[in-house]
């Protein structure tokens, strides 16, 4: 499966889901989600729980002009605590992130707004690729969105929310010394 992405911060989550529901976006629920970064040597591969169910996650992301391209797996999980027991002996594990998230819809295109412990708040458009779909073609309408969302590029990020927490707790340890 492959996705086009777009990843910034938001200073107002509840503004930015009025601006996407006024350009058609559908609310369609509010996810509690837990994720475990396991230590691979290829891509990221993470353990995704929220309350109705569990899925390991395998991505690679590509940067596409200041947007990441995502080719990624998935797999359903029967018991998500033994999985993540087992794999964090074996692997190791990178970081944990917990948020919440507001899930909206467009068509084949996901607005992520999410709250995440430790950092904020933040939005994710990921435009659902098809079969035979190219990520450029996506390219204007993910601009749409952000332009609507009043997401200026200096808001753009292009790190992962466990990267923004290694960075966020380096610059901590290094202003105490």
Request: glycine share 10%.
């Amino acid at each position: 499966m492959r996705n086009l992405e777009a990843k910034f911060r938001l200073t107002d989550l509840g503004t930015a889901c009025t601006h996407a529901e006024a350009i058609g976006f559908t609310f369609r629920g509010i996810l509690v989600q837990r994720d475990t970064f396991f230590i691979v040597q290829h891509g990221k591969l993470k353990l995704r729980e929220q309350p109705d169910g569990a899925w390991l996650i395998h991505y690679r992301r590509e940067e596409a002009e200041g947007l990441e391209l995502s080719n990624y797996e998935m797999v359903a999980v029967a018991n998500p605590e033994a999985t993540r027991a087992m794999l964090s002996a074996a692997t190791g594990v990178v970081a944990e992130v917990r948020k919440q998230r507001r899930l909206l819809m467009r068509g084949n295109i996901r607005l992520h707004l999410d709250s995440v412990d430790g950092l904020g708040e933040f939005g994710e458009i990921e435009a659902v690729l098809g079969e035979g779909d190219e990520a450029e073609s996506y390219r204007a309408t993910v601009a749409e969105i952000l332009g609507a969302l009043e997401v200026r590029d200096g808001d753009l990020i292009g790190a992962s929310y466990f990267e923004l927490m290694r960075s966020t707790a380096g610059t901590r340890a290094s202003t105490r010394r």
